[in-house]
């Protein structure tokens, strides 16, 4: 456990539910969808909210799952913005007409993030598992005709990565202001589908060089790349650090230093249901575990990195060896390295076509 004076969280993630409309292989929720009928209620997300203000919380991104599936978001948005809580909703753009959107703004909706799965609308309803391209359309022209910040969020992998470019353009069409370029991050149920989302690297590389070219050529529009980290050998730190700057709620209440920690063992993560959220983030032993340096194994702790990867992800580590607490496999110097080179070396398939929607499914009532 660390001695260091812990700062509090500037940011949440509220994953008001976990059900969707759209089901996409890449979906980084866990394989354990939480029931709709376990979810936090109106009143305990105002509690959350507040108590999370408090704790010096001063963002979050209401998201799930597909949070339009709330009947009182915006009673959770009222509430958070009461707290003083900058909200961004983070959607799929389904179910966003312009009364639910005037509802949300009067609310005090700040910012909206768009799902994206490709620019080009046949495939982009295949990705998805669903009709969905018309609505996020719409969805784009409502969020800049009500005067906010719109954001696209797209997801890359082996189905899209050729396809960057015409991105792009889709988001200097939709009138976005920014553009995020997510390579995938096998968690849940990316992680189940890995073999079929991984790209090849010359592919990977081709979709870089657009981006890097364009980013230079687009003033208007801020374009981020996140790294595919399988690929490119460097360790990230764990949403920031794990335990350093922000922490999730899950749709049950569970308090989590990043959505996919509820997969490691032994992890206990406390709920808001039976612990405040200053208890969680200051003394639970789940956000201590990992905190800081001194949990960390050669070579990490020997390493001139690990005050700034701090050790890489904790949940990549498990996913690949087992082991939450050895060095993140995907840096070049991790004894395991060599299991992600094997797995981003592997003769690939046919490229991914129509996405069943087993590989996502609803979560239960």
Known sequence: MTTAPVAPPWALLAELTHGCPLHCAYCSNPVELVRRSAELSTGEWTDVLRQAADLGVVQTHLSGGEPLLRRDLPQIVAAADGAGIHTQLVTSGVGLTGQRLSSLVEHGLRSVQLSVQHAEPEASDRIAGHRSFAAKRRAATLVREAGLPLGLNVVLH????????????????????????????????????????????????????????????????????????????????????????????????????????????????????????????????????????????????????????????????????????????????????????????????????????????????
């Open 158 to 365: 082996r189905d899209n990565l050729d396809s960057v470019g015409a991105l792009l353009d889709l988001a200097q069409d939709w009138g976005a202001e920014r553009i995020e370029l997510a390579n995938t991050q096998f968690y849940g149920w990316a992680l189940t589908n890995r073999d079929q989302l991984l790209p090849e690297r010359e592919q990977l590389e081709a979709a870089r060089a657009v981006v890097e070219a364009r980013r230079s050529a687009t003033a208007d529009l801020d374009v981020v790349w996140v790294v595919p980290d399988y690929v490119d050998g460097t360790a990230k730190p764990c949403m920031g650090g794990w335990g350093a700057v922000s922490l999730t709620v899950a749709p049950d209440g569970t308090v989590l230093p990043c959505p996919a920690a509820a997969v490691l063992p032994a992890l206990d993560p406390p709920n808001v249901k039976d612990r405040s959220l200053e208890w969680a983030w200051y003394h639970s032993p789940a956000f201590n575990r990992y905190r800081g340096t001194g949990w960390m194994p050669d070579p990490c702790r020997s390493c001139d990195l690990r005050d700034t990867d701090l050790g890489g992800c904790r949940c990549q580590a498990y996913a690949l060896t087992g082991d939450a607490a050895r060095t993140d496999p995907v840096c070049s110097l991790a004894p395991d390295h060599g299991v992600v080179r094997a797995l981003v070396d592997a003769p690939r398939g046919v490229t991914a076509g129509p996405t069943p929607r087993s590989f996502r499914p609803a979560p239960p009532p």
